[in-house]
């Protein structure tokens, strides 16, 4: 360990890891056997990385040119085997994981990813450069996503999925290629959504990907008919500022 790292109290380090100059562990995180964490690695407190976890390695990005970037984990976040997360470039500057997330065995999110709260990515699951993900969202076992892609927050993506467009919230995602396939009604109601708000999450996606119309007059439709809310603007603010286009 190198003598520069700052631990916080109660940390727990297994044998034949090792902790790189300028590493910050929060206060009881546990690391297992042979982790590697990087330079510039951030943990939070109470988080839990498993053995032959690698955090905060240079990218696989051939632009990058030894800038000084680095990851930050929140508290609270599992990190099981052989999971990978490599450092931001200068686009970012970071990549960030977010609180209470389970990252399980042999996923990779690779630079300038930012990841939300309570995000699980299954077995396998693995992220090209600069995705985004939304509070809540989960990728099934061996889900591939493009770089620069967006998926919403309670999204839940089926395994196997690849995605190469954005995913919006609320909804569920599987089959080749990836298509809409409903709502997320169980994970919304198990976070709390009310039979109303789920009532209304259906009627919107119904117009947007049921509709014969041009998706663009589909917005204007959801507009007029649903009754505007919080749920209904996350939406719309999503789709309208999506760049690589929806599902």
């Not at 600069?130 to 990728?139: F, K, M, R």
């Not at 190469?164 to 109601?189: C, R, T």
Request: with cysteine; charged share 20%; net charge negative.
């Amino acid at each position: 360990m190198d003598s520069d790292a700052d631990l916080g109290q109660h940390v727990k380090i297994g044998a034949y890891s090792v902790i790189e100059s300028g590493v910050i562990i929060g206060d009881r995180t546990a690391i297992g056997n042979h982790v590697t964490l990087s330079s510039r690695t951030k943990l939070g407190a109470d988080c839990k990385i498993f053995h032959s976890a690698s955090i905060g390695e240079i990218p696989q990005d051939l632009k990058y040119d030894n800038e000084d970037t680095f990851v930050t984990i929140g508290d609270r976040t599992v990190i099981r085997e052989f999971v990978t997360i490599n450092k931001g470039t200068n686009a970012l500057g970071k990549t960030v994981v977010g609180a209470d997330c389970l990252l399980m065995a042999s996923t990779h999110i690779a630079h300038d990813c930012f990841i939300g709260d309570h995000v699980i990515m299954s077995n396998l699951a693995t992220l090209g450069g600069h995705v985004t993900i939304g509070d809540w969202a989960i990728l099934s076992g061996g889900v591939l996503v493009h770089q620069f892609c967006k998926i919403g927050e309670h999204a839940f993506v089926g395994a196997g999925g690849f995605i190469s467009q954005d995913v919006p919230p609320f909804i569920l995602a599987a089959g080749s290629p990836l298509e809409y396939s409903g709502i997320n009604s169980v994970g919304l109601k198990r976070r709390g959504f009310s039979s109303e708000q789920r009532t209304e999450i259906k009627s919107i996606y119904n117009i947007f990907f049921r509709s014969k119309n041009n998706r663009k007059d589909n917005i204007s439709k959801i507009k007029k008919e649903i009754p505007t809310s919080e749920n209904t603007e996350s939406i719309i603010d999503f789709i309208n500022s999506s760049e690589r286009g929806i599902i």
